[in-house]
């Protein structure tokens, strides 16, 4: 095992650092495209589950913008990011090291929590919390679907 081969799981470690249900939903929309992932992942491909976390991403996006949002630091948002990135870290590690793609992912996104979180109040300064965060936005969903992207596969094909 390389770190190469663990590096989507840290890609989408970081990406849980700003946005907790972005990989998840990720994955859940890589199923709906019937794209496989490297590692085995049981719980997004239960339709209750694959559809909640489309739902809690969307959900989220809007939720940030909310003048009563808590910091991404609290401790019900880092337990959010250290579920989501375990789940996501393991599903797009390789086959059989999904629990060392769990631990990479995590070992990513809690500290990073902290970076992004500075970065984000630096931006709400400047640019006030709905353009910060329509920007972050942006940026950590087009970076989950380029790392899943890269790391999924058709199932036929």
Partial sequence: MTI????SSALIGAVASARSMTPM???ATARLADRSTPGEL???D?????YGALAMGVGELFGDKMKT???????LGLLARVASAGIAGAAL????KEKAGAAIAVATAVPLAYLTLAG????MARIGQTRSGLIEDALIVAAGAAVVALA?????G
């Fill in 25 to 27: 939903a990720t994955i």
């Fill in 152 to 156: 999924t596969r058709p199932k036929h």
């Fill in 69 to 75: 949002a808590p910091d991404r630091t609290v401790f």
């Fill in 42 to 44: 049981v719980l997004l």
């Fill in 93 to 96: 590690a390789p086959e059989g």
């Fill in 120 to 123: 984000r109040k630096q931006a």
């Fill in 46 to 50: 239960r339709p209750l589950f694959k």
């Fill in 4 to 7: 190469r081969s663990l590096l």
